[in-house]
């Protein structure tokens, strides 16, 4: 029901456009987890730490079987760039954040804590926790984020002609941003896909189009253009509603 | 069933009779419908264009009506109302028929397919809501919301219930809540008398 659709094109710098992805993607058990979390008051109370604003590539795949209830339950890329990897020419902004992840515990009473990272199994309420560990995304400014349907998010991004040349790009994820409130951000894997290959040069730039929500499923809500921006209808007469 | 590529939102409804002397009696449990609403709460929230607040992302509210038994063979994704709600024609007494009637209830806009406010059968745009207090929601499992809707003895008489809704707070943000239907289920007629309290126990499955 809640779907993704991830598009990534080529661009070359005499402007011809070449599409090499245009399929699905993974939705995974982040965007589940902070719906849940949402509808119980836990998590961060500001609504502005949920949208995507960051993502990550990289150079192998998540090796998830689709018939298992648990394909979805990871919360990382395979092997996602490393500082280095994005290029000293790049024009992203490239940041180090502690990556938000589920993990179970089998011992609280030690110091640390024994846990381990979930990774396409699921675990007990009273046994998981959320953890995390340091690592490099890219930067979503909020102005790549729009919104076309009534009941779906796009986001656009640009891995430029400077950025990641010569690495073999096999992943996607899309995180979002700070969806357990942390003191600083701990974003959160909702969104992934793997692909075949594609050797990355300065011949060309590659953009990733992303659209997550509820997906063709609706003849109202989805015929309904908001304009790329949120359009409430028909106002009330005499009324002077303002979002607060 | 969470299932490979995308999630599966669901949700299962439980309906029990609860007399004065204990005694409990489950009338209905089935499936029901998640609605567009719930896409449309999600837009909004990972779009940053929705109310500033998490909480009026959360499903605080809910309505019963009675012709849900229009619908029972049609109704789908698509709904965004109840089909009759309760409280259009006689306000709050529809919720509150007897005196000392406790059940929380507030008064607000109910936003449309297209994010304006939809109109009572009487031309008006108050609609009148059930509120979920935060003690009646629990968390059942790592993705799944439990939410409990207790209607006590004094409270709907005269009525044949046969539908009910559960509605997110506020997602527009605006200064009069605009919520949203997010999950919709019609069941089989109950009329509510004085004799019974209604539990409503309803999960979702995000």
């Given at each position: 029901?809640?779907?993704?659709?991830?598009?990534i094109c080529?661009?070359?710098?005499?402007?011809?456009?070449?599409?090499v992805?245009d399929?699905?993607n993974l939705?995974?058990?982040?965007?589940s987890?902070?719906?849940?979390?949402?509808?119980?008051?836990?998590?961060s109370?500001?609504?502005?730490?949920?949208?995507?604003?960051?993502?990550?590539?990289?150079?192998?795949?998540?090796?998830?079987n689709?018939?298992?209830?648990?394909?979805?339950?990871?919360?990382?890329?395979?092997?996602?760039?490393?500082?280095?990897?994005?290029?000293?020419?790049?024009t992203?902004?490239v940041?180090?954040?502690y990556?938000?992840?589920?993990?179970s515990?089998?011992?609280?009473?030690?110091?640390?804590?024994?846990c381990?990272?979930?990774?396409?199994?699921s675990?007990?309420l009273?046994?998981?926790?959320?953890?995390?560990?340091?690592?490099?995304?890219?930067?979503?400014?909020?102005?790549?984020i729009s919104?076309?349907f009534?009941?779906?998010?796009?986001?656009?991004?640009?891995l430029?002609?400077?950025?990641?040349?010569?690495?073999?790009?096999?992943?996607?994820?899309l995180?979002?941003?700070?969806?357990?409130?942390?003191?600083?951000?701990?974003?959160?894997l909702?969104?992934?896909?793997?692909f075949?290959?594609?050797?990355?040069?300065?011949?060309?730039?590659?953009?990733?189009?992303?659209?997550?929500?509820?997906?063709?499923v609706s003849?109202n809500v989805d015929?309904?253009?908001?304009?790329?921006?949120?359009?409430?209808?028909?106002?009330?007469?005499?009324?002077s509603?303002?979002?607060? | 069933?969470?299932?490979?590529e995308n999630?599966d939102?669901?949700g299962h409804l439980?309906?029990?009779?609860?007399?004065?002397?204990g005694?409990?009696?489950?009338?209905?449990?089935d499936?029901?419908?998640?609605?567009?609403g719930?896409g449309?709460?999600?837009g909004?929230l990972?779009?940053?264009?929705?109310a500033?607040?998490i909480?009026?992302?959360?499903?605080?509210y809910f309505k019963?009506g009675?012709?849900?038994?229009?619908?029972?063979?049609t109704?789908?994704?698509?709904?965004?109302?109840?089909?009759?709600s309760?409280?259009?024609?006689?306000?709050?007494?529809?919720y509150?028929?007897?005196?000392?009637?406790n059940?929380?209830?507030?008064?607000?806009?109910?936003m449309?397919y297209?994010?304006g406010?939809?109109?009572?059968?009487q031309?008006?745009?108050?609609?009148?809501?059930?509120?979920?207090?935060?003690?009646?929601?629990?968390?059942?499992d790592l993705?799944?919301?439990t939410?409990?809707?207790y209607i006590?003895?004094?409270?709907?008489?005269?009525h044949?219930?046969?539908?009910?809704?559960l509605?997110m707070?506020?997602?527009?943000?605006?200064?009069?809540?605009?919520?949203n239907?997010?999950?919709y289920?019609?069941f089989?007629?109950i009329?509510?008398?004085?004799?019974f309290?209604l539990?409503f126990?309803?999960?979702l499955?995000?």
């Amino acid at each position: 029901m809640v779907k993704g659709h991830v598009t990534i094109c080529k661009i070359y710098k005499d402007g011809t456009q070449e599409i090499v992805l245009d399929e699905d993607n993974l939705t995974t058990n982040g965007l589940s987890y902070s719906l849940a979390e949402i509808s119980m008051g836990a998590g961060s109370e500001y609504a502005e730490d949920f949208p995507p604003a960051y993502f990550q590539v990289g150079t192998d795949t998540i090796g998830y079987n689709t018939s298992l209830a648990i394909s979805s339950h990871f919360y990382q890329l395979s092997a996602p760039f490393d500082w280095t990897d994005y290029g000293d020419e790049t024009t992203l902004e490239v940041v180090k954040r502690y990556r938000g992840v589920l993990a179970s515990c089998t011992d609280i009473n030690v110091s640390p804590p024994s846990c381990s990272a979930l990774l396409l199994t699921s675990s007990l309420l009273s046994s998981t926790l959320y953890s995390g560990v340091d690592e490099y995304f890219a930067v979503i400014p909020p102005e790549y984020i729009s919104k076309i349907f009534m009941d779906s998010f796009e986001v656009e991004f640009t891995l430029d002609e400077n950025s990641g040349n010569g690495k073999a790009i096999t992943e996607v994820g899309l995180f979002s941003k700070n969806p357990k409130g942390l003191s600083q951000d701990s974003p959160l894997l909702i969104a992934y896909r793997k692909f075949t290959a594609i050797t990355k040069t300065s011949d060309f730039s590659l953009v990733i189009r992303w659209s997550v929500g509820f997906l063709g499923v609706s003849n109202n809500v989805d015929n309904h253009d908001t304009g790329g921006y949120i359009n409430p209808g028909p106002q009330i007469p005499g009324s002077s509603e303002e979002i607060s | 069933m969470k299932h490979n590529e995308n999630i599966d939102v669901s949700g299962h409804l439980e309906i029990y009779k609860v007399y004065e002397d204990g005694v409990e009696e489950q009338v209905f449990a089935d499936h029901n419908v998640i609605t567009s609403g719930m896409g449309v709460g999600l837009g909004l929230l990972y779009s940053g264009s929705g109310a500033a607040d998490i909480t009026n992302f959360q499903i605080r509210y809910f309505k019963l009506g009675v012709k849900g038994n229009t619908v029972v063979d049609t109704y789908g994704i698509d709904q965004v109302d109840l089909v009759s709600s309760l409280g259009q024609v006689e306000g709050i007494s529809d919720y509150h028929t007897e005196v000392g009637s406790n059940l929380p209830i507030v008064t607000g806009y109910t936003m449309n397919y297209d994010g304006g406010a939809k109109s009572t059968s009487q031309g008006s745009y108050n609609w009148f809501f059930g509120v979920i207090p935060d003690n009646s929601i629990k968390r059942v499992d790592l993705n799944s919301v439990t939410y409990i809707m207790y209607i006590e003895r004094g409270s709907c008489n005269s009525h044949t219930l046969n539908e009910i809704g559960l509605y997110m707070k506020n997602p527009l943000g605006y200064a009069t809540t605009r919520s949203n239907l997010v999950a919709y289920r019609p069941f089989t007629d109950i009329a509510k008398t004085d004799d019974f309290a209604l539990v409503f126990k309803w999960t979702l499955n995000f």
